[in-house]
């Protein structure tokens, strides 16, 4: 899972905050499952241009945090993790 310290939007208004309103990462955790479920019902991902199908399968919930978790999962860019991490997201 992805923890973000910065707010996260799209260009059509949808958004996450950096943190769950109490600060709470459990809480924050479940703002950005639900910002993920309203992105991939705005711009749903077809099942062929899921990331990696064939090594995790096509979800139903694919989403915004799967994507990058998929992402992360597998190495194609080594240096990818440093990157997130370099501008402010922290890797459970």
């Known amino acids: 899972m992805i923890l973000s310290r910065q707010a996260l939007s799209t260009s059509d ?3 996450c905050t950096g943190r769950g ?3 709470n990462a459990a809480n924050h955790i479940a703002e950005l499952a639900a910002f993920s479920s ?7 991902t ?5 990331l990696h199908g064939d090594k995790f399968g096509v ?3 694919y989403g915004w945090t799967l994507s990058t978790a998929r992402r992360l999962a597998v ?3 080594v240096r990818f993790s ?7 997201f922290a890797l459970l």
């Open 82 to 88: 440093e990157y997130i991490r370099a501008h402010g």
């Open 38 to 44: 309203r992105r991939e019902a705005a711009h749903a």
């Open 59 to 61: 979800d139903a919930s």
């Open 75 to 77: 190495r194609e860019r």
């Open 13 to 15: 208004g949808l958004h």
């Open 21 to 23: 309103a109490d600060g």
């Open 46 to 50: 077809p099942a062929a241009k899921q």
